[in-house]
């Protein structure tokens, strides 16, 4: 990055929002069509992780519930499926007993394998009661982040650069559930927190460079915004990449090799940290740009 | 050297040795006995060393429910004090959060004396709802009803926490969470079934007259009744809510004061109920749990069998023996959770304040670690109010391990490509960077460890971020002293200006990021909390490193400003 090079990404933003709209539009879709796989954090029920011992196939796991009349909602194998290792969902009737259902599990597994030969890796039980709360508290959060973040971006810079602040954050945020939908990833309170994170991440990208567009507007007060939201782009582009880059790397890294518990909080991060910076330089700066001459048009 | 630099270096240094010492216990795997004068090792989450973590409801309605038929009795004796007769009535728990009783008086003249009574000595407990003909209700004061919410809550943690102490478990943590909720967290717990059965467990032990005057036939037409009606025992429902519907159902007709229990037996293998002996029993009691002074396990020597001997306190026994002495003939049923026991008849007066708990037969072991849970919960005291399981998360130790293994290698990979490019692009300010960065991290774990943070996986997590935020941090500080530097100002200068401009980058982003970190603490709950607070740290430690420790060492590299070029 020696040369710092002049690329008008205002001039972008058109491309990019259609982009963008499309992808929100999809995703908005997707909501309806798929629906989001909630995990049992805010769907209540039960989730068994077991491991085998022995070599125990998908079908057979599943007659063997079906047979016992294990009120299982889903199935599925974690990892390959030579590993033994699998996911049980349970839901029950409103108002059935979930830790009830819970023991019948490995009463139905101590039956028929041996006490021994497998072992519950995880269980976990959230009541409807729970799961409501979780879910609200959840939302809450994310709505308290993206406020506290407007008021403060309002307060330190200028109210123009809130606008395209927030509607990066909404946009990063809606396409990566847009992105669990698609996979039909199990979407969790990690993930909560995975967006928070990203919030964060992308923010801070936006942040910086709001303030480098502060300080040119203070250094050459004679350029019109989109030369000067053009240049703070260029000069911080090298600082851009590297960080997102970095970022990126040990995402990336810990979606690979981390294991399965991290496995989906660090697949929100990777797409996030991309979604992060392309929102942040062909949205959210452009359209402050924008911004100011919608605002400057009334003004006259 | 710039001024005041000194002192930051001795701050720093003196951070340093704090935060080696912090983590000695960690790393070396101290014994707890060493001479070394920390002792705290880091508190690892469940998700990364297995255990339990619950979240118990309070179900308040069956604490008004008892309350407000615990009343009806002694208000009946106080009126009797003044020479007011009256008969308990019914109660209404049609609204389940605000039940009523009423109390009927011999004659309708006595009302207004009785109601005169009733305020003066009830005027916080009880609020009257109905003054009719002879019938008097009442339902809870509204100010009790909060006390009794509050007692119920910290008795409960102070129950839960005795039973844990007994059944033994390293560290437990029991808080409450709002105003119905109990968390407990049990670290490594091997056992969880029985872990769950000690603290879900009510043990609420009661002592009540049997009404032997109704015949067997007429309680089985009453349960025949009830099951024309609908009302069934479905597997997976909670037992008590089912004899709930039945007294319900039955409130016409069964005696005054009386209600239906049962004699419940379970069968071990298959947890079906296998037999249910109905008994009509009196629904207030004369003696609880409370006034027991010991449970112990005791074998039968005849039988070979254990039980469970009990003793009460000073109290317990004079009212033991007054009401043994006055029910002579009449059988006494122990219930305990609402589940009768034995009923044996009164054979005369019993003084001295023992009695026992016979437990069913079944082969000695099971039957031996029966009632040693059993004397375990009635020893610990019992749990005021009926709790509900409202979420519950247990990991196993191996996915726990398996878990640490694989986040702490790939946390390791990422930071050492982060380090290795930092230094090849950077060269030897990429070095400074990744001296700050790797201060950083200890300086994050350190302070996790002296405030008593959990580390949880998400922690783990957390902790990758702000290595990513330090590094924005290096980065943004060294791209601005490269642009100074091309604009052409000496290293000295480049440096100052570039720490000077870079400040606010660094500081906005990093309250940006505090910020939801914050709303995340705030809102979040068990494993995001975790989450937070490492984040939040690690926001404190990031901006202290990647900026005053870069600062501290930059000046170093530079010196005085007679540097002619510099290495970024």
């Known amino acids: 990055m020696s040369t710092t090079r002049n690329v008008d990404y205002v001039g972008m933003f058109k491309i990019a929002g259609v982009l963008s709209m499309l992808l929100i539009v999809g995703t908005i879709v997707l909501y309806f069509t798929k629906g989001i796989n909630y995990g049992v954090d805010f769907r209540g029920g039960v989730e068994v992780q077991v491991k085998f011992n022995q070599s125990v196939g998908l079908g057979e796991l599943r007659s063997l519930m079906e047979e016992n009349k294990v009120p299982m909602s889903q199935l599925q194998s974690i990892g390959d499926e030579k590993q033994n290792e699998f996911l049980l969902k349970l839901e029950t009737d409103k108002g059935g007993d979930l830790n009830a259902v819970s023991n019948q599990v490995s009463e139905v597994l101590t039956s028929k394998y041996g006490a021994g030969k497998f072992e519950i890796l995880k269980n976990d039980i959230v009541g409807p009661k729970a799961g409501a709360e979780l879910r609200t508290s959840a939302f809450k959060a994310l709505f308290w982040a993206i406020l506290a973040i407007m008021i403060y971006l309002a307060l330190r810079f200028d109210y123009k650069f809130a606008p395209g602040a927030i509607a990066a954050l909404l946009h990063d945020v809606t396409i990566i559930v847009g992105a669990f939908i698609l996979t039909q990833k199990e979407f969790s309170l990690q993930i909560v927190a995975a967006l928070l994170a990203i919030i964060g991440y992308s923010v801070n990208d936006t942040v910086v460079i709001y303030d480098r567009v502060r300080e040119i507007e203070q250094t050459h007060p004679t350029l019109s915004t989109v030369e000067i939201i053009n240049r703070a782009l260029n000069e911080t582009m090298s600082r851009t990449i590297i960080t997102s880059a970095t970022v990126f790397g040990v995402s990336i890294v810990m979606l690979f090799m981390g294991g399965s518990v991290i496995h989906d909080f660090f697949f929100a991060m990777t797409i996030g940290v991309i979604l992060g910076v392309y929102s942040t330089i062909f949205i959210a700066i452009p359209m402050t740009a924008f911004y100011e001459k919608f605002v400057n048009k009334k003004a006259v | ?568």
């Not at chain 2, 709002?178 to 769950?196: F, H, M, N, S």
């Not at chain 2, 375990?376 to 293994?405: C, H, N």
Request: charged share 20%.
């Open chain 2, 1 to 568: 050297m710039a001024k005041g630099w000194w002192f930051r270096f001795t701050l720093l240094a003196a951070l340093l040795i704090g935060s080696l010492m912090a983590i000695t216990p960690t790393f070396l795997n101290l014994k707890s006995d060493s001479a070394f004068p920390m002792k705290t090792k880091i508190n690892l989450g469940l998700d990364l060393q297995g255990g339990l973590y619950m979240v118990l409801g309070i179900d308040f309605n069956k604490v008004y429910r008892d309350e407000v038929i615990g009343y009806a009795r002694k208000a009946s004796a106080t009126l009797k004090d003044v020479g007011i007769e009256s008969t308990l009535g019914t109660l209404d728990a049609s609204d389940v959060r605000d039940p009523k009783h009423s109390i009927i008086l011999a004659k309708e003249s006595d009302r207004d004396a009785a109601v005169a009574k009733l305020r003066e000595f009830y005027q916080y407990p009880l609020r009257i709802t109905k003054e009719e003909g002879t019938t008097l209700q009442y339902g809870l004061g509204r100010e009790f009803v909060k006390e009794i919410e509050t007692t119920a809550l910290s008795k409960s943690i102070e129950v839960i926490r005795n039973r844990i102490d007994e059944f033994g478990v390293t560290e437990p943590e029991i808080v409450s969470q709002g105003e119905d909720r109990i968390v407990v967290q049990l670290p490594g717990v091997k056992d969880i079934t029985r872990a769950k059965d000690l603290i879900g467990r009510t043990a609420k032990l009661e002592f009540k007259f049997v009404n032997d005057e109704v015949s067997p036939t007429a309680l089985t037409e009453w349960l025949d009744k009830v099951k024309k009606a609908g009302i069934e025992y479905k597997k997976g429902e909670r037992f008590s809510d089912y004899v709930r519907a039945i007294n319900t159902h039955l409130v016409n007709d069964l005696p005054k004061g009386y209600e239906i229990t049962f004699a419940k037996t379970v069968s071990k293998n298959t947890n079906e109920i296998t037999n249910l002996e109905p008994y009509l029993v009196e629904a207030g009691t004369a003696l609880t749990g409370e006034e027991l002074q010991e449970a112990i396990v005791r074998i039968d020597q005849q039988q070979n069998r254990p039980y469970v001997g009990l003793e009460f306190k000073p109290n317990g026994a004079k009212i033991f023996e007054q009401i043994t002495g006055a029910n002579i003939g009449k059988r006494l049923a122990i219930v305990l959770d609402g589940n009768v026991y034995s009923a044996p008849v009164v054979q005369g007066r019993i003084a001295g304040g023992s009695a026992q708990i016979t437990l069913g037969a079944g082969d000695y072991n099971a039957t031996m670690s029966e009632a040693r849970d059993l004397a375990l919960v009635l020893r610990a005291g019992a749990l005021p109010v009926e709790l509900v399981f409202e979420e519950q998360r247990v990991v196993g130790p191996s996915l726990g391990a398996d878990a640490i293994d694989k986040a702490q290698a790939a946390a390791l990979a990422g930071s050492f490509l982060v380090l290795v490019f930092m230094c090849i692009y950077y060269k030897l300010s990429g070095v400074i960077a990744t001296i700050t960065i790797l201060l950083n991290v200890l300086f994050t774990l350190s302070c996790l460890i002296l405030v008593g943070a959990t580390l949880s996986l998400p922690g783990i997590a957390g902790i990758a971020l702000t290595v990513g935020m330090a590094v924005d941090g290096n980065i943004l500080i060294y791209e601005r002293i490269r642009e100074e530097l091309k604009i052409g100002m000496t290293p000295y200068e480049a440096v100052r200006t570039g720490f000077e401009k870079a400040f606010w980058a660094i500081a906005d982003a990093n309250i940006t990021t505090a910020l939801a970190g914050i709303c995340l603490l705030n809102f979040g709950t068990g494993p995001v909390r975790g989450f937070a607070v490492t984040l939040l740290i690690g926001i404190c430690t990031t901006v202290y490193t990647s900026y005053f420790v870069s600062k501290v060492l930059f000046e170093m590299y530079v010196g005085k400003g007679d540097r002619k070029t510099l290495s970024i």
